[in-house]
Structure formats: C-alpha cells, structure tokens
C-alpha cells in the first residue's frame, strides 16, 4: 500500500529567535560612535568656522552665530584683489610649483633610496635608514641662519631654488620611510622571476615592482606635497614678492582699511587653499589607507 506525500501535511517552519544584544556591547558601541563625533568635530570645527566666517559680510566676522549669516562672496572677491599689493592667484601659482617639484623630484630621489634600503643588504644599512629617520625629526629653525647666509652667497634669496631644495630635504626623509617599510613587504619571488626571464635589475624593478608599489607611492605623493605647500618659516625668509607661497601671502594679508585686519579675507583665502586638498584627500582617500597600511603586516 503506497502512501501519498504530497498531502502529507508541511512541518512548521521555525522562525529565527532575533538575540538581542546585551547592553555591555551597546554601551562599548556607542563609546565608539560618541569618539568619533568628537574627533569628527574637534578636526573639521576649526575648518568648518573659516568657512562661515569666510562667507559673512565683513561688518558681521565676529558674529557668533554657528552657521552663516549675512552671506557674501566679497571676501572671496577680495582675496584675489591686487589693490593693497596682495597678489594671491600668484601665490597660489607658486605654490603649486614649489610642491610639485618638490613631490616629484622626492619621489624620484625617495623610491629608488627606499628601495635599495629594502631589497639591498650592505654594510651600515641600518645606520643609513637611521639617520635618515633621524632627518625628519631635525628641527627647522637650526637651518634658518645658515641657509639664509648659503642662499644670499649664492644669489638664490627670492628665487624657487631657495625653497624648493630645503623642501627636498624636509620631505625626503619621510618618502623613503614610508616607501621603504612597503618595498620591504613586497613579493621578491616576482622580481626574481622576471630577472630569470631575462630583464635586467632595472627593468624588474620598473616594470614588475614599481607598479606593485603604486599605493604607497601615490600615498607619499599627497603627503609630501601637502607637507611642501604648508612650509611657512623658511618660505617667509627665503621668498619675495613674486615667489612667495601662500601660506606666505595669508599670512601678511592686508585689506582694504590698513587699519583694520582683513579677517574675513583671510578666512576666504584660507578656504581657497583648504579646500581642494580636502576634497583630493576625500576622492583618493582609500588609496592614501591602503598605501599607509600595506605595509603594515607582514605575510
């Protein structure tokens, strides 16, 4: 005697009993979500207040309102103005020349430093990557006097020459640093390969492991430029008129009243140079985590 299965009755589908979570973790969670709310507030306030001080009428700068009140675009207006002899755009100019040979010739100088620290096994290999370590953390102002005294010898006092080269030095150290520690983690067996292959040193390392190191590379590009362009000491003693940087220029801003301070310009100035750096930091910001951790774990 056969028994028919398609009426036999379906077993009761038993539904997911939701856990609740227990209050340690929530508590732990919100510690967490409250840390970040004040590190999200304590970096971006300063940065936020220029803003609205940056698009209130000049009468109102002192207004305490958190958000902006009497909007204009005046400042903005004003911060470009030649009329007092402030040459802004200028400015602007040359700090994107001085910080883009500063990055690229650092970068040049800085991979193959990094690299040959991490592939190459020599005597003293660990005295070098001291000392340069050590070179990022000499202080600037040491280097005032006797640069000024090398630069003024040699005619360079106002020329790009007399900023970029100490930005060199400056940012260097870090670019082999940071490079140095991601070459060191990278898959040497691939190199090996290709030299089997019949590629040369050279051509294993530009064609095989620069590109692997492009993470870190495009990382210490942002950071050594941004680095460059906040240089404000030697720039200020080592420029003139027609190549001094930005930070430079804001900060001898001077207005429309030689009476008053141009507050409300300087604020519009600071957000001009402020704001494209956040917003290539926001567009690139997985690359700039991922070349500054890959190097972080060894396999």
């Known amino acids: 005697m056969s028994i028919d299965m398609s009426k036999a009755p379906a077993a009761p589908v038993k539904k997911p009993v939701a856990q609740s979570v ?60 030649t009329n007092r002899g402030n040459d802004f755009g200028r400015a602007l100019l040359n700090s994107v020349i001085i910080g883009s040979v500063t990055t690229v010739i650092a970068l040049v100088l800085g991979v193959m430093a990094a690299y040959a620290l991490a592939r190459l096994t020599f005597r003293g290999q660990y005295v070098v990557s001291g000392l340069i370590l050590s070179a990022s953390m000499f202080p600037v102002v040491v280097l005032v006097t006797p640069l000024f005294q090398l630069f003024t010898d040699l005619g360079w006092i106002g020329h790009y020459q007399a900023m970029i080269i100490p930005n060199i030095s400056f940012v260097l150290p870090m670019t082999v640093y940071i490079l140095a520690s991601f070459f060191t983690e990278l898959p040497w067996e691939l190199e090996e390969a290709a030299r089997i292959d019949g590629a040369s040193r050279f051509q294993a390392f530009r064609l095989i492991m620069l590109p692997l190191a492009a993470p870190a590379v495009f990382t210490t590009a942002i950071l050594a430029f941004i680095a460059a362009v906040n240089e404000y000491l030697l720039a200020r003693l080592l420029s003139s008129d027609k190549t001094e940087p930005v930070t430079v220029a804001v900060a001898r801003f001077s207005g429309n009243n030689p009476l008053v301070q141009p507050y409300a310009a300087i604020m519009a100035a600071g957000t001009i140079v402020t704001i494209p750096l956040v917003i290539m930091v926001l567009l690139f910001q997985r690359r700039i985590i991922s070349g500054l951790t890959a190097g972080g774990v060894k396999s």
Not at 28 to 35: C, I, W
Not at 42 to 61: E, K, S
Request: hydrophobic residues 45%; proline residues 8%; without cysteine.
């Open 22 to 81: 227990p209050w340690t973790k929530r508590l732990a969670s919100g510690r967490v979500y409250l840390g970040a709310l004040i590190v999200l507030v304590w970096g971006l306030g300063p940065f936020y207040w220029m803003v609205v001080t940056a698009l209130r009428d000049p009468a109102y700068t002192f207004d305490n309102t958190p958000w902006p009140t009497h909007v204009t675009l005046d400042n903005f207006r004003d911060a470009f103005s």
